[in-house]
């Protein structure tokens, strides 16, 4: 039981280039998350998915897509990377949305765009 | 925009020092959390708090959720070098909006 893993663990990108980051769970959870964790901001919000086939803005969605293709995996994707983008991107998920439902994360994904 | 601020952004004290770490507010939250994030790891949540005034406890930490449910706190008593790390409180509105962060250094 691997929780919720996330690939790469590390990138370097050039200006304009385009990648994307693949989080994977294998909890059977409904709920899905994509963080952005930069200095002195904690973790904000980029998008969020409540089911396979949905996805949702968060606090800080623009420059970045993502797709819910099956249940277990969320893609976040960057279509041309910006310097502002570098940051640790963290995925997370949790089974529902019951009060005091945990969320659960991933190791994170360190991102430097040059 | 920033809904939760967190003080005081960094602590550095000695082991068996007492500390408080707060999580201020102007929204209201259904329920909050708070998580501590080792270096190169994930957040993991430490616990939960729902109901207006409630106080947990958790061995040395204790967490406080205030009356109106806009703010909370987190004391720990007698910390020790495996407390390190970085705290983090999240209210929970729909979403979860995470606060700024404390980074707290125990000190052998």
């Known amino acids: 039981n691997a929780g919720v893993t996330q690939t790469p663990k590390f990138r370097v990108l050039k200006t304009g280039q385009s990648m994307t980051l693949l989080c994977a769970q294998d909890m059977n959870h409904e709920y899905m998350y994509w963080y952005r964790q930069d200095p002195g901001m904690g973790l904000r919000l980029i998008h969020y998915?409540?089911?396979?086939?949905?996805?949702a803005k968060g606090e800080v969605p623009d420059g970045y897509n993502v797709s819910r293709l099956k249940k277990q995996n969320f893609l976040l994707g960057l279509e041309s990377a910006a310097p502002s983008q570098t940051s640790v991107y963290f995925c997370?998920?949790?089974?529902?949305?019951?009060?005091?439902?945990?969320?659960?994360f991933g190791p994170g994904t360190r991102l430097l765009v040059l | 925009t920033q809904l939760l601020e967190q003080s005081p952004q960094f602590l550095s004290i000695q082991e068996g020092e007492n500390l408080t770490v707060y999580c201020n507010s102007s929204?209201?939250?259904?329920?909050l959390q708070w998580y501590r994030q080792e270096p190169g790891e994930g957040p993991v949540l430490l616990v939960t708090v729902v109901t207006g005034g409630e106080v947990k406890k958790l061995k040395r930490l204790t967490f406080q959720f205030g009356d109106a449910r806009k703010d909370s706190s987190l004391h720990i008593t007698a910390a020790q070098p495996g407390d390190t790390g970085l705290y983090l409180c999240?209210?929970?509105?729909?979403?979860?909006?995470f606060g700024t962060g404390t980074s707290l250094t125990v000190i052998p």
């Open positions: 997370a998920s949790r089974h529902g949305q019951g009060i005091g439902e945990t969320q659960y």
């Open positions: 999240a209210g929970v509105y729909n979403q979860f909006y």
């Open positions: 929204s209201v939250f259904s329920s």
């Open positions: 998915s409540v089911g396979e086939g949905t996805t």
